[in-house]
């Protein structure tokens, strides 16, 4: 069992930055990908971005070119670095672990909210 822990998450204007979190309570290395998503209000939850075992890494259209995903195999813990933040990039933000196409473990989130 993986716990993972997210922090980072504030309110912030329009053209802010802010830099995610997930801490794991395990290896991170184990999984294929780690994986962030966010949910708006009332929207369904759209993945964000990835990065996989290897260090590659994919965006969502709409955050490409201002987000950012990083890991560190040694503190387990993976980051999300948001640029120019916009009111639309409001939601909640949480990591998942990706093993074999399964997301296994989630955090609880952490509240992104930009003000226009």
């Known amino acids: 069992q993986v716990q993972l822990v997210e922090s980072g998450g504030d309110l912030v204007q329009a053209g802010g930055s802010l830099r995610l979190s997930c801490v794991a309570s395990?290896?991170?290395?184990?999984?294929?990908?780690m994986n962030w998503y966010r949910q708006g209000p009332g929207l369904q939850r759209e993945l964000v971005a990835v990065?996989?075992?290897?260090?590659?890494?994919h965006y969502a259209d709409p955050v490409k070119g201002r987000f950012a995903i990083s890991r560190d195999n040694a503190q387990n813990t993976v980051y999300l670095q948001m640029n120019s933040l916009k009111p639309e990039d409001t939601a909640v933000y949480s990591c998942?672990?990706?093993?074999?196409?399964?997301?296994?473990?989630w955090g609880r989130g952490t509240q992104v909210t930009v003000s226009s």
């Open positions: 998942a672990a990706n093993e074999n196409g399964q997301l296994l473990y």
């Open positions: 990065i996989t075992s290897g260090g590659r890494t």
């Open positions: 395990g290896s991170i290395f184990r999984f294929d990908s």
